[in-house]
């Protein structure tokens, strides 16, 4: 997540500024592809466009493993575009399963403009999309979010059980955002936007959380935060030095390492 478009963000909310066309442009730093770019991808990357119910299509990503009953849903940060994330989505169909890497809406090819709301609709249509046309049972679906990501993937984990979530660089709230960038008490005017500490007490499926402790955007004190408040199955995996954006570079061996044995443990239960 870029910090200046995060910490703009929140100073239109607290400048008294509701426009939701200005709030969602500092909150999201999408790179928009036009549709007529042609785009090269690895011979086992599929793109694949999934309907929203709002009537959007998202420009996705996926990758098939024969040898796998499982997925992992992938729903990446605020900035840039699903496309830019292949490398990653590749790394993580190693792990022994098959990935579907979602494109929000207003990113890289994918209609529409994003807003909270907006790619709640799209994890919705992710979901959908896994279940009825790629035929993955809900038991058989990992949850991977990274940064603004986890938002995502704790609101479809709400009172539901999936195989698990994996949550890389989770934020608790917007309001502590803030205070961590040092706004002080003018935080507590920001209400509950892009909170995930009320998504927490719904959330019954095994959590993996990855970390660095040196993360200059999302202290690590929030994924710490966020797993003391997990009653369920769950893990945390601390990067040593990552900061937050590198940490699958920092320790790659652990990174991928600790997901695979993740996905390993929960993929027959």
Not at 183 to 208: A, F, R
Request: include cysteine.
């Amino acid at each position: 997540m870029k910090i200046k478009y995060l910490i703009l963000f929140c100073l239109f909310i607290l400048s008294g500024c509701r426009c939701e066309a200005i709030i969602n442009r500092m909150a999201f730093a999408p790179t928009v592809t036009k549709a007529d770019v042609l785009q090269n991808f690895s011979p086992d990357v599929s793109e694949v466009y999934i309907d929203t119910a709002d009537n959007l299509r998202l420009q996705s990503f996926f990758i098939y493993n024969s040898s796998s009953s499982g997925i992992v849903i992938y729903f990446h940060g605020n900035a840039g575009n699903i496309y830019e994330r292949i490398p990653e989505l590749v790394n993580l169909s190693k792990a022994g399963v098959s990935v579907l890497g979602i494109g929000y809406r207003g990113y890289g090819k994918s209609a529409g403009k994003p807003s909270e709301r907006g790619i709640y609709l799209d994890g919705q249509a992710a979901l959908k999309y896994a279940k009825e046309k790629l035929n993955y049972r809900k038991d058989k679906i990992f949850l991977c979010g990274r940064s603004i990501g986890s938002v995502v993937a704790l609101e479809m984990a709400r009172n539901k059980n999936y195989a698990g979530i994996i949550l890389v660089t989770p934020l608790t709230s917007g309001r502590e955002i803030l205070k961590a960038h040092n706004y002080g008490p003018i935080s507590l005017l920001v209400g509950d936007v892009i909170d995930n500490m009320k998504k927490v007490p719904d959330i019954s499926s095994p959590v993996l959380i990855i970390h660095g402790d040196k993360d200059e955007v999302v202290p690590w004190a929030m994924g710490k935060k966020i797993f003391s408040a997990l009653k369920n199955s769950k893990q945390i995996v601390t990067i040593i030095g990552g900061r937050h954006s590198d940490l699958e570079f920092v320790n790659p061996a652990l990174y991928y390492g600790s997901i695979e044995q993740f996905i390993s443990n929960h993929a027959n239960e």
